[in-house]
Structures are given as C-alpha cells and as structure tokens.
Nanobody
Framework: QVQLRESGGAAVEAGGSLRLSCEAT????????LGWFRQASGQKREGVAA????????WYADSVKGRFTITRDNAKRTVYLRMNTLKPEDTAIYYC????????????????WGQGTQVTVSA
C-alpha cells in the first residue's frame, strides 16, 4: 500500500514563498510520474505541476509557470513544490499524486493521492 504524506502548507502574505513536500512510503522507482494538484473552495481540482522521470521532463499549469518549481529527491523519497511570488488565487488545498506513467496523472486520474495540505495567501 503506497501512502503519500504532504507537508509545508501555511498561511502567507501575497508575494511570499513556500515549499511543499510529499514523502512516499514506500518510495519505489516504478512511480515514475509525480505531481501536484490543487483545489480551491467551490472549484474543481486542477493540475499544478508534474515531473516525469522517464521523459526527463516537467509540466506546469500556465497559471504557475515561472513561479513554481517541482523537483524530486529519490534518496529522501520526497517530491517538492517550490512556490514563489504567491498570489491570493493560489489559495487552495494542495494534493500530491503519483503513478507509473504521466498520461493518467495529467488527466486527473493518478494511481495514488495524498491527503492534502492547505495553502492560504492573503492579499
């Protein structure tokens, strides 16, 4: 049973930065695609970023390009989301996701979900 545990969510002012972490237990190399989604109150869950170790590529939603960075540390069994220049519209619950390939994950259907961590950005 794969478990994903997010941490790092907090309340910050606009323009601030946060780094979210997601530790996988167990973390195995067959989970080649890791990503982050978010869901604001009253809105649908949307993809934020993903990292594909097979293609060696990353993907970002247009709304976060240039501000967010996704990285992966296999030694620490952790995927990170560095968020800079935060805006009030970034306020949401952020979820970690994982799958063997990125196709299903990018369509919003990953094999595994984390429990979510709250990010609140005040104006």
């Amino acid at each position: 049973q794969v478990q994903l545990r997010e941490s790092g969510g907090a309340a910050v002012e606009a323009g601030g930065s946060l780094r979210l972490s997601c530790e996988a237990t167990p973390f195995t190399y067959n989970k080649n695609c890791l990503g982050w989604f978010r869901q604001a109150s009253g809105q649908k869950r949307e993809g934020v970023a993903a990292i594909d170790s097979i293609r060696g590529s990353t993907w970002y939603a247009d709304s976060v390009k240039g501000r967010f960075t996704i990285t992966r540390d296999n030694a620490k069994r952790t995927v990170y989301l560095r968020m800079n220049t935060l805006k009030p519209e970034d306020t949401a619950i952020y979820y970690c996701a994982a799958d063997r390939v990125c196709g299903p994950l990018l369509r919003g259907k990953p094999g595994y979900w984390g429990q979510g961590t709250q990010v609140t950005v005040s104006a």
